[in-house]
T-cell receptor, first 110, second 115 residues
Framework: GQQLNQSPQSMFIQEGEDVSMNCTSSSIFNTWLWYKQDPGEGPVLLIALYKAGELTSNGRLTAQFGITRKDSFLNISASIPSDVGIYFCAGQYNFNKFYFGSGTKLNVKP | NAGVTQTPKFRVLKTGQSMTLLCAQDMNHEYMYWYRQDPGMGLRLIHYSVGEGTTAKGEVPDGYNVSRLKKQNFLLGLESAAPSQTSVYFC??????????????FGPGTRLTVL
């Protein structure tokens, strides 16, 4: 199956710091999405990207769809304790099926 | 709108027992999906459906069956549970059709333990 490489696997940061994580693929995608999962809950969509080169923001979150269509990154600025959770990237290829990265676990120290 | 709901939230089975997980969505979405999530791994697609009465295999379909008799419901069945099926199961739905509206929305998950 499709493989998405998401990094880093985990991060420990201080409140107020900026965070960056990314996903790469060996194949191109038509859509990139970023989700956040809190403990004991399902993933919640944060940002959706539809065009190569697209840069989209949602509050303190910014994500970009790579020009090659094989990668995407997510930045979180001025992190706060409620940013704690697992962040997943997902890519869609040519049908309505999604492939997920293995997640980045974010820990924020107050 | 309740969005995507799943029942039950937790379940413990013995090896060989059977059970059905129910997913319901009230967003009139065409597409529905079942995923499993294991520690340290992303979500892996078990089965999916592109409309009422249709189902298709995903990445890890073995040991599972599904049915989509009504548009709003998608059932996942385990006929003879095995310890390897201990996992958290997530249901999701998406609008379908035009690619721009295909974001998936997830339910809260079902934690299944097979002893």
């Amino acid at each position: 199956g499709q493989q998405l490489n998401q990094s880093p696997q985990s991060m420990f940061i201080q409140e107020g710091e900026d965070v960056s994580m990314n996903c790469t693929s060996s194949s191109i995608f038509n859509t990139w999405l970023w989700y956040k999962q809190d403990p004991g809950e399902g993933p919640v969509l944060l940002i959706a990207l539809y065009k190569a080169g697209e840069l989209t923001s949602n509050g303190r979150l910014t994500a970009q769809f790579g020009i090659t269509r094989k990668d995407s990154f997510l930045n979180i600025s001025a992190s706060i304790p409620s940013d704690v959770g697992i962040y997943f990237c997902a890519g869609q290829y040519n049908f309505n099926k999604f492939y997920f990265g293995s997640g980045t676990k974010l820990n924020v120290k107050p | 709108n309740a969005g995507v709901t799943q029942t039950p939230k937790f379940r413990v089975l013995k090896t060989g027992q059977s059970m059905t997980l129910l997913c319901a969505q009230d967003m009139n979405h065409e597409y529905m999906y079942w995923y499993r999530q294991d520690p340290g791994m992303g979500l892996r697609l078990i089965h999916y459906s592109v409309g009422e009465g249709t189902t298709a295999k995903g990445e890890v379909p073995d040991g599972y069956n599904v049915s989509r008799l009504k548009k709003q419901n998608f059932l996942l069945g385990l006929e003879s549970a095995a310890p390897s099926q201990t996992s958290v199961y997530f249901c999701a739905s998406s609008y379908g059709g035009l690619i721009v509206y295909n974001e998936q929305f997830f339910g809260p998950g079902t934690r299944l333990t097979v002893l």
